[in-house]
């Protein structure tokens, strides 16, 4: 009976030392999993700005708001990156992981926002210069020798508005589609990383 008893200690024992192991090679794995997926959103990031900063030149208006909410955001990632590195425990990886999922929904957010915004203030304004540039065209493809037409002296009409507005919404929805395949890819991976924290942290309660 005692012999039996031992024999059960020891098997739980081993037990209880395999489930360690595993539990220590799974947080290792969601670890570096997350820590690569902070990469890939610095380079996101990164060709985003770059695209933004070329659409301000070719729109002769640098985007000052945009840039330094990049900075800003660039900032807070790598400062998270560097915890998810460092960090030693579970814990500490689950919080930089809903820290991470709320600054991704923030910047996303505000981005998308700021976006919509800025074309409803300058509505008029990006109407004249689509009717201008649909001019041009014309006048190139007709081999037609004229100025660069001055947007300023366009009069748009209501159907102008109109189809500028419908083509801006395509824009928009476009630009939504995108962020949802690269931002919105990293929230559901983020996501799954620290559904397996929690069961792993409540299977070691």
Not at 108 to 136: E, P, Y
Not at 173 to 181: F, P
Request: net charge neutral; charged share 25%; no cysteine.
């Amino acid at each position: 009976m005692d012999e039996l008893e031992l024999l059960k200690k020891d098997w739980n024992k081993e037990s209880d030392d395999f489930k360690e192991y595993s539990e220590n090679e799974i947080y290792k794995m969601i670890k570096n999993k997350s820590v690569s997926m902070t990469r890939t959103l610095l380079i996101i990031g990164l060709v985003e700005m770059v695209l933004w900063a070329l659409y301000g030149y070719l729109n002769r208006e640098f985007p000052y708001i945009r840039i330094t909410m990049f900075f800003v955001f660039t900032a807070a990632i790598i400062i998270l990156f560097r915890k998810m590195r460092t960090g030693q425990d579970s814990i500490t990886l689950m919080k930089s992981i809903l820290n991470m999922r709320t600054l991704i929904l923030g910047y996303a957010g505000i981005s998308l926002v700021l976006a919509v915004t800025d074309n409803i203030i300058q509505f008029d304004h990006n109407t004249r210069d689509f009717m201008a540039g649909l001019k041009d065209g014309y006048n190139k493809n007709h081999d037609t020798n004229a100025l660069p037409t001055n947007p300023d002296i366009m009069i748009p009409e209501v159907a102008n508005y109109i189809i500028f507005g419908f083509f801006a919404v395509i824009g928009f929805y476009i630009l939504y589609i995108i962020y949802k395949r690269t931002y919105g890819k990293i929230l559901q991976d983020l996501r799954k990383n620290y559904k397996e924290l929690s069961l792993q942290e409540e299977k070691a309660i």
